[in-house]
């Protein structure tokens, strides 16, 4: 062991010693250890907890009808590369129901949404569910 190795074992030891002495002489005068807790609430981190963000509420949609988009009528899924997404409401931030595939038939239902920041949304049905999906993405059939 070297030179400071010897001291720091010899120091830790001193204070071990001294504790122990201390712990003695307590005693000795008839004093029990006593453990004091203190009624103060534990203290809680420092770091502040992130805001929750809060979703925006989705723009109302103004639901009108629409002789583009006659009730009942057949339309087809294009210009999609794979699937149109079925949504649960007339906006991109509605919960997602499903797909209709490109080349799907839908029927409409006549509700019609126009919406000043995302344009024009038709509730559509297939043949397990009712939703809406972007219009510019349906074509009538012929």
Do not use: K
């Not at 001291?7 to 004091?36: P, Q």
């Not at 629409?66 to 649960?88: C, E, G, H, K, M």
Request: with cysteine; charged share 15%; aromatic share 8%.
């Amino acid at each position: 062991m070297g030179v400071r190795a010897i001291i720091s074992c010899v120091a830790a030891a001193g204070l071990a010693f001294a504790g122990l002495s201390l712990a003695g002489i307590v005693s000795a005068w008839g004093f029990d250890w006593v453990t004091i807790e203190s009624e103060e609430a534990a203290p809680t981190s420092t770091a502040e907890a992130s805001p929750t963000p809060t979703e925006e509420p989705l723009p109302e949609p103004n639901l009108e009808i629409d002789s583009r988009y006659p009730p009942d009528s057949q339309w087809t899924v294009f210009d999609v590369a794979a699937a149109l997404n079925i949504r649960a409401g007339p906006h991109t931030g509605h919960e997602i129901l499903g797909t209709a595939g490109l080349g799907t038939t839908v029927t409409l239902t006549g509700q019609v949404a126009e919406s000043p920041t995302s344009g024009t949304w038709v509730q559509i049905r297939t043949n397990t569910l009712t939703g809406w999906v972007f219009a510019a993405y349906l074509t009538p059939e012929a």
